[in-house]
């Protein structure tokens, strides 16, 4: 069992020139270490390893196993590994050398289940909601979900999709600007209508709250008033 903190991950932590802004920065590595330490989580689970810095961090403070899922680290020439070596922390390493996408599902169908589960991979808007809507069925009661870089476009629509959208997933606020966290607060107990808009035009707008009205109660009148707004407005499920 490793006794290291943050100095020493500080201290230990090398970043080539060249991918050493891909990594998080050390003040983000202090939250999410903190964070960990605050709430006593032991398991713990990253997509997206790069250079290491976030798993040392999260590490460090739960000294215990950690998985993290990155395909690409032989790109990095195994950077990330060869910092959590040099810190000693290999031992409680579970590394994924393959594609979030595919480990998730595999980690759900075991019966895994996380209470820190940090989000950092591929950062396009499709592959970070897919990572999000696996660890949202991965994380536990009182858990935390966290992403990293809200200044992206995709991470903000992720944030504001959850936020309008997971009530299971309650905001909790936090200090730093880059990154969002949310805690899992009961079940999941969305109708298969459910969606509320977390961007799009306010004709798509509209045009779903009257096809959910209309589909819910055809014959009342609040169903027979929708189906007139959507007659008049000629709307359909794709406006
Ligand atoms: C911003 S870096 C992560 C930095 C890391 N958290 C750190 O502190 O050093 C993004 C990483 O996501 C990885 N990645 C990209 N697509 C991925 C995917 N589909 N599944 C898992 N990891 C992915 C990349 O290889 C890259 O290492």
Request: proline share 4%; aromatic share 12%; glycine share 8%.
């Amino acid at each position: 069992m490793t006794t290291i903190g943050m100095p020493e991950v500080r201290a230990s932590i090398q970043l080539p020139e060249g991918i050493r802004s891909s990594a998080v920065k050390f003040s983000e590595g202090e939250y999410l270490h903190e964070l960990v330490r605050a709430n006593g989580f032991r398991r713990t689970l990253e997509t997206g390893f790069g250079l290491g810095v976030s798993a040392a961090s999260i590490m460090t403070a739960s000294r215990a196993r950690h998985v993290a899922i990155d395909p690409f680290q032989r790109d990095y020439d195994d950077c990330g590994l060869k910092n959590l070596e040099r810190l000693g922390l290999t031992p409680n390493l579970e590394f994924h050398a393959e594609y979030s996408h595919s480990v998730l599902p595999r980690l759900l169908a075991q019966g895994r289940t996380f209470e820190f589960i940090f989000i950092d991979g591929d950062h396009k808007f499709d592959g970070q909601f897919v990572d999000f809507y696996f660890a949202a069925s991965l994380i536990e009661e009182g858990g935390f979900i966290v992403l990293h870089d809200t200044w992206m476009r995709g991470t903000s629509y992720l944030v504001n999709y959850a936020r309008a959208n997971r009530r299971d997933l309650e905001p909790v606020p936090q200090s730093l600007r880059n990154i969002a966290v949310f805690r899992k607060r009961g079940a999941d107990r969305r109708g298969w209508m459910h969606f509320e808009g977390f961007g799009g035009t306010p004709r798509s707008w509209i045009a779903h709250k009257v096809n959910q009205r209309l589909h819910a109660q055809p014959d009342s009148f609040l169903g027979k008033a929708a189906l007139r707004v959507k007659d008049a407005l000629k709307l359909s499920w794709s406006s």
